[in-house]
């Protein structure tokens, strides 16, 4: 059984969420939420510690799932849309500023009991 939780039209780049979400997939929810929170990159953790939480409270809703047996089997990052601003530059020109955006996907999984 799994459950799931999504979060979309975040300010983070998805390169700079990509980064911590390797570092997580796969893992027990509590190592999880460890290395978020003493990670260097304190916005993109908050915001993935948030889901994770959020995910888990899923889980726990449901009543179908051991919250303390979850691990992240699955956290997808994908763009979203990219907002597109400009800068004024030097003789009338302007050079454009690309403000991405990104969709994030986490779905818990509980672990059986032989691994």
Do not use: C, W
Request: charged share 30%; no cysteine; proline share 4%.
């Amino acid at each position: 059984m799994e459950t799931q939780a999504k979060l979309k039209f975040i300010r983070i780049t998805p390169r700079k969420v990509g980064e911590l979400a390797r570092l997580i997939r796969g893992k027990d929810i509590n190592d999880a939420l460890n290395m978020l929170r003493f990670s260097p990159a304190k916005r993109t953790a908050g915001t993935l510690s948030k889901l994770i939480k959020s995910a888990a409270a899923n889980a726990a809703q449901k009543q179908t799932l051991d919250v303390d047996k979850l691990y992240v089997k699955t956290l997808l990052v994908g763009a979203g849309p990219t907002l597109k601003r400009f800068m004024p530059r030097a003789k009338g020109s302007a050079s454009p500023i690309m403000k991405r955006t990104s969709h994030i996907t986490v779905t818990l999984a509980e672990r059986k009991a032989g691994k």
